[in-house]
């Protein structure tokens, strides 16, 4: 009969695999959420850049055409800037997912740990009856 706690290792190895497959999609997602906010910056950035130097506008139609490209940076910001919530809130659901599967694999993992304690603890009685029973059908000299 195999023993319990290897019967309990496929379920343990592919905890182990959830696991380490929603680290990897924590990880991306973190990534995804640094691109953003980069572009948000870059935004930012890009619109105080274009606002300073439009300090002298010669004309009514390039000042309204400045305005206008102004206000389509401020829409491509609030954009932008709601993306990036977006992202963080899938980072936190990507968290959640990893700490709920670690959890699991920690989980089984204790549990084969305790199965295997109680498994070695079983063949040591075992053994030692083994050996009473030899020294108990023993020839005295």
């Known amino acids: 009969?195999?023993?319990?706690s290897e019967r309990l290792q496929p379920a343990a190895d592919q905890a182990r695999q959830k696991t380490e497959d929603a680290l990897?999609?924590?990880a991306a997602q973190q990534q995804a959420l640094a691109k953003a906010e980069h572009q948000?910056?870059?935004l930012e950035r890009y619109r105080r850049e274009y606002a300073d130097a439009g300090?002298?506008?010669v004309s009514v139609g390039a000042l309204l055409n400045r305005?206008?490209?102004?206000?389509?940076?401020d829409q491509a910001i609030?954009?932008?800037a709601s993306e990036v919530s977006r992202q963080h809130r899938r980072l936190e659901q990507m968290r959640e997912h990893w700490k709920k599967a670690h959890a699991r694999e920690s989980a089984l993992g204790s549990v084969i740990a305790q199965h295997q304690e109680y498994e070695?603890?079983?063949?040591?009685?075992r053994e030692q009856a083994e050996i009473d029973e030899r020294m108990q059908h023993r020839r005295p000299r």
């Open 1 to 4: 009969m195999t023993p319990r």
């Open 55 to 57: 300090a002298g506008a």
């Open 67 to 73: 305005q206008q490209f102004v206000a389509r940076i």
């Open 120 to 125: 070695r603890r079983a063949e040591d009685r």
């Open 78 to 80: 609030a954009q932008q």
């Open 40 to 42: 948000l910056g870059e």
């Open 24 to 26: 990897a999609k924590f």
